[in-house]
């Protein structure tokens, strides 16, 4: 649920948790795309703390949760779960899994091809991928808003982009290429309230964007990110941001 590569930061699982619940509580409903039958092995890529994997376990399946992030694995660990740091463009299960079940991750990992490899190779055959990210036009009005930020700056946005937000098209090549049958995908908004400020959400998912700059830099720059954000994201009190996410339930043919 956070990140399963390498180029991106190691997460603080408190924050996480006090600006991203949301992230778990919306993947609930993508358990019912994976419909998972007791005893199923599964792999959860990107599993981050953990919360969304023990709704799993609690089905009945056996699940294995891996993810990029150490200090997120500690702390699947710490609810009982089995996770593994393992980079999600470095998988190296071979005919394991039923199951491949990934939620909010995918967008964190750059090479996708790499990691729909190694989702092929984990699962056995007729094993089902089922997943959910953010796809085209994901945080758009953010995007839009560091892009200026940045350029204010001096600095290329896609030279410290860490996000990947394709279209319905580009990924159902990408699955098809890499040996799925793709049985659904669909591309829909999700206006999601944010349980504190923009600031809280750039400092937890937005780090990446400000390496090498001051904490006083990064705080100027992110405050400018949301005096231009405002008029669009803050509404009635709260932060509503524009996520878009791209979801689909594919087997391996
Ligand atoms: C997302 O879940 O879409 C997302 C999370 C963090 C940063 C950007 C996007």
């Known amino acids: 649920m956070t990140n399963a590569t390498s180029t991106t930061a190691d997460w603080d699982p408190a924050a996480y948790a006090r600006h991203a619940r949301f992230v778990a509580d919306y993947g609930k409903s993508l358990m019912d795309w994976l419909s998972p ?108 808003a560091m892009k200026n930020a940045l350029q204010r700056r001096g600095i290329n946005f896609a030279s410290v982009n860490p996000w990947y937000y394709p279209s319905v098209d580009e990924y159902r090549g990408k699955l098809e290429r890499a040996g799925f049958r793709v049985d659904e995908i669909i591309l829909f908004p999700r206006p999601t309230p944010l349980p504190g400020d923009i600031t809280g959400w750039l400092e937890t998912f937005a780090p990446r964007f400000t390496v090498g700059m001051s904490p006083t830099e990064r705080t100027e720059m992110f405050d400018e990110i949301a005096d231009e954000l405002r008029p669009r994201l803050f509404r009635d009190e709260k932060w509503i941001v524009d996520y878009v996410r791209l979801r689909f339930r594919a087997v391996l043919a």
């Not at 702390?75 to 005919?95: I, N, P, S, T």
């Not at 939620?103 to 989702?119: S, T």
């Open 37 to 144: 039958q007791p005893g199923e092995q599964i792999l959860d890529l990107g599993c981050g703390d953990g919360v969304l994997t023990e709704d799993l376990v609690a089905t009945g399946v056996n699940v294995i949760g891996v993810d990029a992030s150490p200090r997120q694995i500690e702390a699947a660990r710490r609810r009982g779960l089995r996770a593994l740091v393992v980079d999600g463009h470095e998988l190296a299960f071979d005919g394991e899994f039923d199951a491949v079940f990934s939620n909010a991750a995918l967008h964190w990992m750059q090479r996708p091809d790499e990691v729909l490899a190694g989702v092929a190779r984990a699962l056995k055959p007729g094993g089902r991928f089922v997943g959910e990210f953010g796809g085209e036009g994901n945080v758009i009005s953010i995007v839009s």
